[in-house]
């Protein structure tokens, strides 16, 4: 089903789908996305931001999140790794390779319990508008924070964070769950932002 909407003189069709029990549309705000991360075959939703650019791509590889995917265009910015993972109390990520653990060589975030998790690699910054490279750097140079809060009741918040081998990367924050706080994230082939910028 195709929905016309004029956007600042131009007409843009978006497609609204829903799969199995999902009834989150193409355009679901991040809160609307707090379902199970794990369902097997559950295709990512692809949402359009009126701030999209247009080397901003979705991320189609590697999916097994019912988390719709950030970043969407025409062209291509190459995605490293994508996925889902949980941090129990102590443990960290390295998201450039997926890995989860208490021992994780270059780590780029850590949870050791509470609300907040930290960034590994200097600062993280909140995406209120979702997650795409473009925002990303924005967000990092122009309101970066020492951590990351997840506030009960804003499940599906968007961070974006630099990795340790200096790219841009993004973790929603999909609540707690299963002896930890359950993430999707995105890498992404784009060099992060410096500090001082």
Do not use: Y
Not at 110 to 132: H, I, K, Q
């Amino acid at each position: 089903m195709g929905i016309l909407v004029p956007v600042l003189g131009l007409v843009v069709t978006l497609i609204v789908g829903t799969s199995g029990n999902s009834s989150r549309g193409v355009l679901a705000p991040p809160s609307a996305t707090a379902g199970d991360p794990t369902a097997p075959g559950a295709p990512a939703a692809t949402g359009v931001p009126e701030s999209a650019a247009p080397d901003e791509t979705p991320a189609d590889d590697e999916v097994t999140s019912s988390s719709p995917s950030p970043s969407p265009s025409g062209t291509s910015t190459k995605v490293i790794k994508r996925g889902d993972f949980t941090l129990t109390e102590g443990s960290s990520a390295d998201l450039e390779h997926g890995a989860v653990g208490t021992s994780v060589p270059n780590p780029d975030m850590a949870w050791s319990g509470g609300e907040s998790f930290s960034p590994l690699n200097g600062r993280v910054a909140d995406s209120p508008r979702g997650a795409t490279p473009g925002d990303c750097a924005h967000v990092l140079t122009t309101f970066p924070h020492a951590t990351g809060e997840m506030n009960t009741g804003e499940e599906g918040a968007w961070f974006c964070l630099p990795t340790s081998a200096n790219h841009l990367a993004a973790v929603e924050w999909l609540g707690s769950g299963d002896g930890g706080m359950r993430f999707h994230f995105i890498v992404w082939d784009t060099p992060a932002p410096s500090d001082d910028q």
